[in-house]
């Protein structure tokens, strides 16, 4: 059995592990990605048809890649956002012209982005792609790390990037603990038409039984994520259109008019997952491998994407030896506050906008209310909404690696 070698191997060819190849283009890293869905199928299940926020921050990370003028025609800006709590007054509202940016944020299918990142894979000069392919096997040594494949191909590399999702291969063959909370609520997905102009405007409403996220798109439609109590999503998913939007027009109100057309709709639970050790004998864990999120602010993907920021700028340095132990303690040393971060910010916002408290409810509703007056404040959470709170890999800041 003949054995392939490379300097990295990433693991899971979804957005983040695509991002990270693309990232180390302009390197001269031999790099094979590893991923259990044909690419030319189109049958990656994290390119479906949701809409994916891409913070400014992100968007100029994409930038710094060459990769957003692609990705720029499949987007719609995000020049306001608009948080409110149902059944209180009160709002507190983000605009891109206070904060002097183009727009707070984007949004993109997430068909669309891994259509751009298939094609920006396919001129790698120094990356293979093997697909549709599983991982059955994993070896760390001191100098280097094999896999073996599903189609018995053997594959060594310095180091191995697991970026396979919440429920990681990776992680399962090397026997890891997580961290895990199950928060008892479901996220339904969706495309809906209002007959009012979004203007590019984002909503966040919070209710008693979780967030609904509404985010502008082409033509009229937005994309929505709305969390609900776990047990209530097959009465949801089983209305027909029409008693589908009524009932979303209830807990959203009519800031939108009313809601016209409803696309397809999807569901899944939600929970926090976070891995007990980022970090192994030539190994680490990125993007939802490393800390899937509740998608309350829409930090998911973006705190993924500055998890390969970060990596591609440190393994930018280590040039002999790509997974040497102080190379990944030094992204440790730097991503970890990051993710530490955005998860308790995460948690924090869970616990105190889903509570049907009487009480609490008019406390957050001042809350808001006082956050809408307060400009720096409200820079502050912009400055976070946006990814920017932060000081940033070079790659983040537009400088090139």
Same mark, same amino acid.
């Given at each position: 059995?003949?054995?392939?070698?490379?300097?990295?191997?990433?693991?899971?060819?979804?957005?983040?592990?695509?991002? @990270?190849?693309?990232?180390?283009?302009?390197?001269?890293?031999?790099?094979? @990605?590893? *991923?259990?869905?044909?690419?030319?199928? =189109?049958?990656?299940?994290?390119?479906?048809?949701?809409?994916?926020?891409?913070?400014?921050?992100?968007?100029?990370?994409?930038?710094?890649?060459?990769?957003?003028?692609?990705?720029?025609?499949?987007?719609?800006?995000?020049?306001?956002?608009?948080?409110?709590?149902?059944?209180?007054?009160?709002?507190?509202?983000?605009?891109?012209?206070?904060?002097?940016?183009?727009?707070?944020?984007?949004?993109?299918?997430?068909?669309?982005?891994?259509?751009?990142?298939?094609?920006?894979?396919?001129?790698?000069?120094?990356?293979?792609?093997?697909?549709?392919?599983?991982?059955?096997?994993? %070896?760390?040594?001191?100098?280097?790390?094999?896999?073996?494949?599903?189609?018995?191909?053997?594959?060594?590399?310095? @180091?191995?990037?697991?970026?396979?999702?919440?429920?990681?291969?990776?992680?399962?063959?090397?026997?890891?603990?997580?961290?895990?909370? %199950?928060?008892?609520?479901?996220?339904?997905?969706?495309?809906?038409?209002?007959?009012?102009?979004?203007? %590019?405007?984002?909503?966040?409403?919070?209710? *008693?039984?979780?967030?609904?996220?509404?985010?502008?798109?082409?033509?009229?439609?937005?994309?929505?994520?709305?969390?609900?109590?776990?047990?209530?999503?097959?009465?949801?998913?089983?209305?027909?259109?029409? =008693?589908?939007?009524?009932?979303?027009?209830?807990?959203?109100?009519?800031?939108?008019?009313?809601?016209?057309?409803?696309?397809?709709?999807?569901?899944?639970?939600?929970?926090?997952?976070?891995?007990?050790?980022?970090?192994?004998?030539?190994?680490?864990?990125?993007?939802?491998?490393?800390?899937?999120?509740?998608?309350?602010?829409?930090?998911?993907?973006?705190?993924?994407?500055?998890?390969?920021?970060?990596?591609?700028?440190?393994?930018?340095?280590?040039?002999?030896?790509?997974?040497?132990?102080?190379?990944?303690?030094?992204?440790?040393?730097?991503?970890?506050?990051?993710?530490?971060?955005?998860?308790?910010?995460?948690?924090?916002?869970?616990?105190?906008?889903?509570?049907?408290?009487?009480? @609490?409810?008019?406390?957050?509703?001042?809350?808001?209310?006082?956050?809408?007056?307060?400009?720096?404040?409200?820079?502050?959470?912009?400055?976070?909404?946006?990814?920017?709170?932060?000081?940033?890999?070079?790659?983040?800041?537009?400088?090139?690696?």
């Amino acid at each position: 059995m003949t054995t392939q070698d490379y300097d990295i191997i990433i693991v899971g060819g979804g957005m983040v592990g695509a991002s @990270l190849a693309l990232a180390l283009k302009n390197t001269q890293y031999r790099i094979a @990605l590893i *991923e259990a869905f044909d690419f030319k199928t =189109d049958q990656q299940p994290s390119y479906d048809d949701r809409g994916i926020a891409l913070s400014y921050g992100s968007q100029r990370i994409f930038d710094t890649m060459g990769l957003w003028s692609q990705l720029a025609p499949y987007s719609t800006a995000i020049e306001h956002i608009h948080i409110s709590d149902r059944g209180h007054f009160g709002a507190t509202r983000l605009s891109a012209q206070q904060e002097k940016v183009p727009a707070l944020g984007q949004v993109i299918l997430a068909r669309a982005m891994g259509h751009v990142l298939n094609q920006a894979m396919q001129s790698h000069s120094h990356l293979d792609l093997h697909c549709p392919r599983k991982v059955t096997q994993l %070896h760390q040594y001191d100098d280097n790390v094999s896999i073996q494949l599903d189609n018995n191909a053997a594959i060594t590399g310095k @180091l191995i990037v697991a970026a396979d999702g919440a429920n990681s291969t990776i992680r399962q063959l090397l026997g890891l603990s997580i961290t895990e909370q %199950h928060y008892q609520q479901t996220a339904i997905t969706a495309n809906v038409t209002t007959d009012k102009a979004h203007q %590019h405007r984002a909503f966040e409403r919070f209710t *008693e039984h979780g967030p609904i996220a509404l985010l502008p798109m082409p033509d009229n439609r937005s994309s929505l994520v709305w969390t609900i109590k776990s047990g209530q999503e097959k009465n949801l998913l089983n209305l027909t259109d029409h =008693d589908f939007l009524a009932r979303l027009q209830e807990e959203f109100g009519y800031r939108l008019g009313r809601f016209t057309q409803v696309g397809k709709r999807a569901h899944y639970p939600l929970k926090l997952t976070q891995t007990d050790q980022m970090i192994q004998q030539r190994l680490v864990f990125i993007g939802n491998a490393a800390h899937n999120l509740h998608p309350i602010a829409g930090q998911g993907f973006n705190l993924g994407l500055r998890d390969v920021a970060s990596l591609a700028e440190v393994l930018s340095h280590h040039p002999q030896d790509c997974g040497h132990a102080s190379l990944l303690h030094d992204y440790q040393q730097w991503q970890q506050q990051d993710q530490d971060d955005v998860i308790a910010a995460t948690n924090t916002l869970v616990r105190l906008f889903s509570n049907a408290n009487p009480l @609490l409810g008019h406390a957050r509703a001042a809350g808001l209310t006082l956050l809408d007056l307060c400009s720096p404040a409200k820079h502050v959470i912009a400055q976070r909404s946006m990814g920017l709170a932060r000081k940033q890999p070079k790659l983040a800041r537009g400088i090139a690696l």
